[in-house]
């Protein structure tokens, strides 16, 4: 394939809504990583999910963020009741034999 | 748990000067990556070290890795322009069927004519 996408690029949403972000990794890669990056805080990770399960278990900041894997190469970032403060880039990353791949982001704006 | 720090956070440079960027990181780890990105796009891979020792160059960027100093540098060699950018170190540890990235905060580098 072509490499890791996502869409959408952009998006806005309004405070309290919940938005699904979503991820199209290369085919036969296992786990999946889902990061966030805001300015001057540098990028944490999320949460990921490996290939056998559907659903993975949050990570940080709270269990607003939780990431489901409805086909094996593709992965949906869920954010439940978005705060201004979940504004970021999120990246989503596939890891083959221990080469990670980065998707481009996407861009979210909570208003 | 594990942390990486990178400095300068910041750096503003002039054409042709050399410059050093420093990554820290706090436990053991498996490898230590370095990254770039440009405004608005993804995360490219400049260069992966395993090793104690380990030291790679592409063009007039060189890393290297001090895994007894937990220590890793990105040296700017004559710097020109298109290296303006954000540059991170990542490291990952004892993850087998993964890579767990944690980030340092990013070193912007600005390369001013």
């Known amino acids: 394939g072509a490499g890791v996408s996502q869409s959408p690029r952009y998006k806005v949403a309004k405070r309290g809504r919940d938005v699904a972000l979503r991820c199209d990794s290369i085919?036969?890669?296992?786990?999946l990583y889902w990061y966030r990056q805001t300015l001057g805080q540098g990028s944490e990770v999320l949460t990921y999910?490996?290939?056998?399960?559907?659903?993975?278990k949050s990570g940080r900041p709270s269990g607003r963020f939780s990431a489901e894997r409805p086909e094996r190469s593709v992965s949906t970032l869920k954010i439940q009741r978005t705060e201004q403060g979940d504004s970021a880039v999120y990246l989503c990353?596939?890891?083959?034999?221990?080469?990670?791949?980065f998707g481009p982001g996407t861009r979210l704006l909570v208003l | 748990e594990l942390k990486v720090e990178q400095n300068p956070l910041f750096l503003s440079m002039q054409e042709g000067k050399n410059y050093t960027i420093y990554c820290n990181y706090s436990t053991t780890s498996d490898r230590l990556y370095w990254y770039r990105q440009d405004p608005g796009k993804s995360l490219e891979s400049l260069f992966v070290?395993?090793?104690?020792?380990a030291v790679k160059q592409e063009g007039r960027l060189m890393a290297s890795l001090d895994t007894k100093a937990r220590l890793s540098t990105l040296h700017i060699t004559a710097a020109v322009h298109d290296l303006s950018a954000t540059y991170f170190c990542?490291?990952?540890?004892?993850?087998?069927?993964?890579?767990?990235?944690?980030f340092g905060e990013g070193t912007q580098l600005t390369v001013n004519p």
């Open positions: 990542a490291v990952t540890r004892g993850e087998t069927s993964g890579s767990r990235l944690t």
């Open positions: 990353a596939s890891i083959l034999r221990g080469t990670i791949y």
């Open positions: 085919s036969g890669h296992v786990t």
């Open positions: 999910s490996q290939s056998d399960a559907q659903r993975d």
């Open positions: 070290l395993l090793s104690n020792g």
